[in-house]
T-cell receptor, first 113, second 115 residues
Framework: DAKTTQPPSMDCAEGRAANLPCNHS???????VYWYRQIHSQGPQYIIH???NNETNEMASLIITEDRKSSTLILPHATLRDTAVYYC??????????????FGKGTKLSVKP | NAGVTQTPKFQVLKTGQSMTLQCAQD?????MYWYRQDPGMGLRLIYY???????DKGEVPNGYNVSRLNKREFSLRLESAAPSQTSVYFC??????????????FGPGTRLLVL
């Protein structure tokens, strides 16, 4: 079973910030939080990851609560092309190239004009 | 730089037929993976390969075999296809990233229908 809980769907107006929540209350101290997205019919795409500090890259920002039991992915200016299913994933294995990303059902984000 | 490529894009099989799904990456990654995605579901790991010459089972390996032919290529074989194997199959590869965890890069997928 996925170790994360996400709302099944969310809407966002084009140009506004999209804030996607994720609960991971059983996360271990050295597990990372990863976000991927899947645009319709395409392979998943990596967005961002973090351990305990907030992270930002050219695609998004990741805010992790101090107790690490939840996080929020922020798309600062959502566009129609950001319509996708967003997966919050807690890392299962460590190093050694044994990555087993457990994908849940994710959040379907619909960006509307 | 093509990233991760998969062939074929689409395939229709009859029950009992066999086929091999091909995957190749040009990013010099050590690790490669095969996932399946059923309608409305997340991805589930079938097999992975941490390096050339090694393979390990994932969550749903039954009915599949894999071969890590070399560092670039990782193939998935269905020896006797069943309707339950109708799915979209994604191949992925990964690198080590600073901070201890790996980013996976996915191919475009192979859509398989077993009649």
């Amino acid at each position: 079973d996925a170790k994360t809980t996400q709302p099944p769907s969310m809407d966002c107006a084009e140009g506004r910030a999209a804030n996607l929540p994720c609960n991971h209350s059983t996360i271990s101290g050295n597990e990372y939080v990863y976000w991927y997205r899947q645009i319709h019919s395409q392979g998943p795409q990596y967005i961002i990851h973090g351990l305990k500090n907030n992270e930002t890259n050219e695609m998004a920002s990741l805010i992790i609560t101090e107790d690490r039991k939840s996080s929020t992915l922020i798309l600062p200016h959502a566009t129609l092309r950001d319509t996708a299913v967003y997966y919050c994933i807690v890392d299962v294995n460590y190093g050694g190239s044994q990555g087993n990303l457990i994908f849940g059902k994710g959040t379907k984000l619909s960006v509307k004009p | 730089n093509a990233g991760v490529t998969q062939t074929p894009k689409f395939q229709v099989l009859k029950t009992g037929q066999s086929m091999t799904l091909q995957c190749a990456q040009d990013m010099n990654h050590n690790s490669m993976y095969w996932y399946r995605q059923d309608p409305g579901m997340g991805l589930r790991l079938i097999y992975y390969s941490a390096s050339e010459g090694t393979t390990d089972k994932g969550e749903v390996p039954n009915g599949y075999n894999v071969s890590r032919l070399n560092k670039r290529e990782f193939s998935l074989r269905l020896e006797s296809a069943a309707p339950s194997q109708t799915s979209v199959y994604f191949c992925a590869s990964s690198e080590e990233v600073l901070g201890g965890r790996e980013t996976q890069y996915f191919g475009p997928g192979t859509r398989l229908l077993v009649l």
